[in-house]
């Protein structure tokens, strides 16, 4: 298990922070935007001694004050996410007719919950991070086929997509005659988006012990040639990280809403088990850096009490958080595979 980092804000601003929160959650009653809006508020008053506790508060509220402008575009950003995903399910349908891949697939969309948005801008800020949040809003591809598809499908959806392959693009144009004119024209809709992937790699997390986890499906070199043109724009994790979590991550921009991107995952079935369940790699418990951060940003009971924001009563599962301010908010999930059509 890693060692969890030590703050490097002092104890005085943890705890403005938190009480921050709490105050903008009681002050607020519609969704996380207004939230975000009151805890904006209440910290750009707030002054330190330390020079470092007002770096980090001036680095938080900028990632906050862009956190609030994305948020506020919650609508459009879903619908797009929604159109993405709808065009790679017949993306998929075309690759299982024309090459006989049998993928079988859930795609899945969600939006980053509210309080884990902000744990991780805080986390950022108090490493003297500029860096902005790139995973407000993802798709994630879980094959119930091994790694080898994964990186398959990862290209021929980023070829698409993207453009980078015209032969690809040409192919799949050429299976949507098949459909009817709606679907052709919302389809080429998305298409003339000249959507691109953004930079990104790993870092570290190299240090994986395969004894520990025996089970675990190791990448060849074969699957690695698949996507190494790609090396330079994703996160490569189907080597696992130490803790077993295996997934690839790319980041895909989309120009037609001002500083909208998606993170988009690919896993096979056991890998999005292995880092749902298991105690090391689940997204609640394996992150142990984020944990300090992720309190600062979580009501007592007493405090939840007193908050009255709609559909939001209870941390105990998303029937009691409809807007997503613990719990992500899946908003669109479908299944295909070859007899889906």
Same mark, same amino acid.
């Given at each position: 298990m890693k060692k969890v980092p030590t703050m490097?804000?002092?104890?005085?601003?943890?705890t403005a922070i938190h009480t921050s929160y709490v105050a903008a959650a009681h002050k607020s009653s519609i969704n996380s935007v207004e939230v975000e809006e009151n805890l904006f508020a209440i910290l750009d008053k707030l002054t330190f001694v330390a020079e470092s506790d007002?770096?980090? /508060?001036?680095?938080? /509220? !900028?990632?906050? $004050?862009? $956190?609030?402008i994305a948020r506020k575009q919650t609508f459009v950003a879903t619908n797009m996410c929604t159109d993405i995903l709808h065009v790679c399910m017949y993306i998929t349908a075309w690759l299982n007719e024309k090459y006989d891949a049998e993928l079988d697939v859930n795609i899945s969309a969600r939006r980053k919950a509210l309080e884990s948005e902000l744990a991780k801008m805080l986390k950022l800020a108090d490493a003297f991070d500029p860096t902005q949040i790139m995973d407000r809003f993802g798709i994630r591809f879980v094959l119930d086929q091994g790694i080898s598809k994964c990186c398959f499908l990862?290209?021929?959806i980023v070829n698409v997509l993207c453009n /980078?392959?015209?032969? *690809? @693009?040409?192919?799949?144009?050429?299976?949507?005659?098949?459909? !009817?004119?709606?679907?052709?024209? @919302?389809?080429?809709?998305?298409? *003339?988006?000249?959507m691109s992937l953004e930079p990104l790699t790993r870092k570290g997390g190299f240090n994986f012990d395969p004894n520990e986890y025996p089970d675990i499906e190791l990448p060849t070199q074969e699957d690695w040639e698949i996507v190494k043109h790609l090396s330079g724009n994703m996160k490569y994790y189907f080597d696992p990280k130490w803790n077993g979590y295996q997934s690839i991550h790319?980041?895909?921009?989309?120009?037609?809403?001002?500083?909208?991107?998606?993170e988009i995952q690919f896993r096979t079935w056991k890998m999005d088990m292995h880092a749902e369940n298991d105690i090391n790699a689940s997204h609640d418990l394996h992150k142990d850096e984020v944990k300090p951060y992720t309190q600062l940003f979580t009501l007592s009971k007493e405090e939840l009490s007193a908050t009255n924001i709609r559909f939001f009563n209870s941390y105990k599962n998303t029937q009691n958080d409809k807007d997503g301010i613990h719990h992500a908010k899946v908003f669109y999930n479908r299944r295909m595979n070859n007899i889906s059509l």
């Open positions: 490097n804000m002092s104890p005085k601003m943890a007002t770096v980090i /508060l001036d680095y938080f /509220l !900028d990632k906050l $004050s862009k $956190s609030i990862l290209t021929k /980078l392959n015209r032969q *690809d @693009r040409r192919d799949f144009l050429e299976y949507l005659k098949k459909f !009817d004119d709606y679907t052709q024209y @919302r389809i080429q809709k998305i298409l *003339d988006i000249p790319i980041i895909l921009s989309v120009p037609c809403i001002p500083g909208f991107v998606i």
